[in-house]
């Protein structure tokens, strides 16, 4: 069997976040991620020297890594940083309390005792900033101030640097000198990250590619219509005219700036959310694009359904999918490739739960599987399986920040006989499309719509305000009104203004606790415009768009239960429990996957807790190559529930407190239907309103097959004996 053509594509992107007209930037993720990510990712490739990727860099996120590097330019949060602890006034020390704990808490506060004790000072759950500011002192407040920034610092960073190590070692106690040692470090780090990809891509190890410069859904900016093809009957904006020569403008911006930092032009891009359309194929092509990605229902679409994947997951001629395609428009081609989405979920949603040394052999295990399943059927060239995803977002939720895994996978990979890391540009050099797309599916890389950015009525309402501001700028243009630097200025919040990233907030799709910041920056760079040209612009853009209210992942039991663990599907027994629903929970990420785990219930009856879990089908055999689950408990801490023998037998349940098992613990399972179990309350060591905070996990082997919650957990309270009546009188 040829090598499998392994096309890893990672695509770093960050929102454009400065206000430009006021100079400030309320976001700091462009800092936090370049001084962990962006610096990690590129020392990890430097490590392996033989492994050979792509990266996508957004041309909207390198003018920020400048801003900071070359212009001297700050945020809020570094702004807040760099205050000392004791003269903090009000407003800065909430500031500090409200956003200086913004990291996953179990692989990036948990770990380090002292951030650990800040977060459980400041009680989130229990009182606001300004409650929790009696409670931090001046030692606390610097602490914090230096554990926000430090455990955003790439791990491979203390690896290469001593002082920095010995710096956190440290632990608490820093003075104010010893913080701004560690700012002007995290600087130094930052500065690094550009020349490293360029060193990247002069060595010829990497392939670096753009994408249009603030980052639009291309498709949109040509015709809004386009979001019909997936969605007939979904509801658009009022405003339907193309603002197509922007589109244009963001691709040939994107090359320019791409050029001028890295001294070539780039030849692939990822299109902003991997959206393309038959209409946009010309104008990509213009700009010297020769290849594009996006997601493989695209190509499902686009080929009636002959390359898909059916309701098992298998893929219908698989042997299509694994190659590049041909996409034609007026005489103008591209070559495009299609990222195989289960592998890239496992990568950005499931092997954080895994051993890396596992989790490596399972992605190269599934891509030799790939090879073989092809083998005969590729005319020659050898089977190419793109995987696509964000290089920044996943790694904060593994336990290392990703260190073991990605030094495995591409240690290994470099040195598999059976598999050959390769650029996407190597490759179709060496083997060039020659099928042919007839007409291109206009849609995204997630469920092939645009459901995300348009539709919605906070979305159209946003596309709307965009197109008021848009005609107005047009007008102001024409009439030649203000300087030219005046018009210019205007059109650059425009432009930003049109990035994809404001509408992903929109809407019911995806939500996080600075939804209301994200609503007033889009709304600011809109009312830029109008300022520009002294001018307070529509009333409307002073009212937040966003009305969608942040919803908890779960409810709440609301009765006790009467339930009979024997895995059979009982409605009423389960009329009054909490209820979570597989989702995907992290704001900034789409698992478009299905998982073995849809729902889980949870509920009491006055001595057991219960807990029912729903599989796709029936849960017998969904759960058939799974060891155990496991039902892992974060409150009370160390307790574990297991089931094992769910596909040969004996099914055996049992409750485990600090890693041992507990022989008197009256632990009930059952698998058919569904999963049903109960442990006692008194078992698990809990009381009245203590919290319970617990999660599932499907384990075969030493891999996490699927967790749900994927991200934080189930939290409830014991009941006491009274549940029902309070609940009622509720």
């Not at 009696?134 to 791990?155: C, G, M, P």
Request: net charge negative; with cysteine; glycine share 8%.
């Amino acid at each position: 069997m040829q090598p499998v053509a392994l096309a890893i594509f990672w695509h770093q992107h960050q929102p454009y976040y400065p206000d430009d007209v006021s100079g400030e930037t309320l976001m700091p993720w462009v800092r936090l991620h370049g001084t962990k990510d962006y610096y990690g990712m590129a020392m990890h490739l430097k490590e392996v020297p033989e492994f050979r990727c792509s990266i996508n860099l957004v041309p909207s996120l390198l003018l920020q890594l400048q801003h900071y590097t070359e212009r001297g330019r700050s945020d809020r949060h570094l702004d807040v940083s760099r205050l000392p602890a004791e003269d903090l006034n009000d407003a800065d020390a909430r500031y500090l309390l409200d956003n200086f704990f913004m990291a996953n808490a179990d692989t990036m506060i948990r770990p380090f005792p002292r951030y650990q004790e800040l977060l459980h000072k400041r009680a989130f759950h229990l009182d606001t900033a300004a409650g929790a500011l009696r409670r931090f002192n001046a030692k606390d407040r610097r602490d914090l101030q230096v554990w926000s920034n430090l455990t955003w610092i790439h791990e491979l960073a203390f690896e290469a640097d001593a002082e920095l190590r010995e710096f956190r070692e440290k632990g608490q106690g820093w003075t104010e000198s010893e913080k701004r040692w560690l700012l002007d470090k995290q600087m130094s780090i930052l500065r690094q990250v550009i020349p490293l990809h360029r060193e990247l891509a002069e060595s010829g190890q990497v392939e670096l590619t753009t994408t249009p410069f603030y980052h639009p859904i291309l498709p949109l900016l040509w015709d809004k219509r386009s979001a019909r093809q997936a969605m007939p009957g979904c509801q658009l904006p009022r405003h339907l005219e193309s603002y197509k020569e922007d589109a244009a403008l963001h691709l040939k911006r994107g090359v320019d700036f791409h050029k001028e930092l890295f001294g070539e032009a780039p030849v692939g891009m990822w299109p902003s959310e991997g959206s393309v359309s038959q209409d946009v194929i010309g104008a990509i092509a213009d700009v010297g694009i020769e290849w594009i990605a996006t997601d493989e229902e695209i190509l499902a679409e686009s080929t009636n359904g002959w390359i898909s994947r059916d309701g098992q997951g298998h893929i219908r001629h698989p042997h299509m999918l694994y190659r590049p395609w041909r996409v034609e428009e007026s005489g103008k081609h591209l070559q495009m490739i299609f990222r195989d989405h289960a592998l890239s979920d496992l990568v950005g949603f499931h092997y954080q739960r895994s051993d890396p040394l596992a989790a490596t052999n399972d992605l190269l295990g599934k891509v030799q599987s790939i090879g073989r399943a092809v083998e005969g059927q590729t005319g020659g060239r050898p089977c190419l399986v793109p995987i696509i995803l964000d290089g920044e977002n996943c790694w904060e939720y593994y336990p290392d920040g990703g260190v073991k895994f990605l030094r495995s996978l591409y240690q290994t990979a470099a040195t598999n006989p059976h598999v050959r890391p390769v650029k996407v540009s190597q490759y179709l050099k060496e083997y060039p499309a020659t099928d042919r797309i007839g007409h291109l599916f206009a849609g995204s890389w997630i469920s092939h719509n645009f459901a995300i950015w348009i539709g919605h009525h906070e979305d159209n309402a946003a596309w709307d305000l965009l197109h008021t501001a848009r005609e107005f700028l047009k007008h102001a243009d024409s009439a030649g009104r203000g300087t030219a630097e005046t018009r210019e200025r205007a059109w650059e919040e425009l432009s930003i203004a049109e990035g994809s990233d404001w509408y992903w907030w929109f809407g019911e799709d995806h939500s996080s606790a600075q939804d209301a910041l994200f609503d007033q920056l889009f709304r600011r760079h809109l009312q830029n415009i109008y300022r520009l040209f002294g001018e307070t612009g529509p009333s409307s853009l002073n009212q937040p768009i966003k009305r969608t209210e942040r919803k908890s992942i779960h409810t709440q039991p609301t009765g006790f239960l009467r339930v009979k663990v024997d895995g059979r599907r009982t409605y009423f027994e389960w009329i009054s429990a909490g209820a979570y629903v597989a989702g995907s929970e992290r704001g900034t990420m789409t698992l478009v996957t299905q998982g073995l785990l849809r729902k889980v219930y949870f509920g009491f009856d006055p001595q057991r807790l219960l807990i029912r879990i729903d599989t796709n089908l029936r849960a017998s055999d969904d759960l058939s190559q799974v060891g155990e689950l496991r039902v892992r408990f974060l409150e009370p801490q160390n307790a574990e529930l297991r089931i094992s023998g769910i596909a040969k037998g004996p099914l055996k349940g049992e409750l485990r407190l600090e890693g041992r098992r507990v022989a008197s613990a009256k632990v009930e399972a059952a698998v058919d239907q569904i999963v049903e179990l109960s442990v006692g309350i008194a078992d698990l060591g809990v009381k009245p309103s203590d919290p319970l905070h617990l999660f599932v996990e499907a384990i075969h082997g030493d891999q996490s097959l699927d967790r749900a919650p994927r991200e934080g957990a189930i939290e409830l309270k014991v009941p006491s004996a009274d549940f029902e009546r309070i609940m009622w009188q509720a």
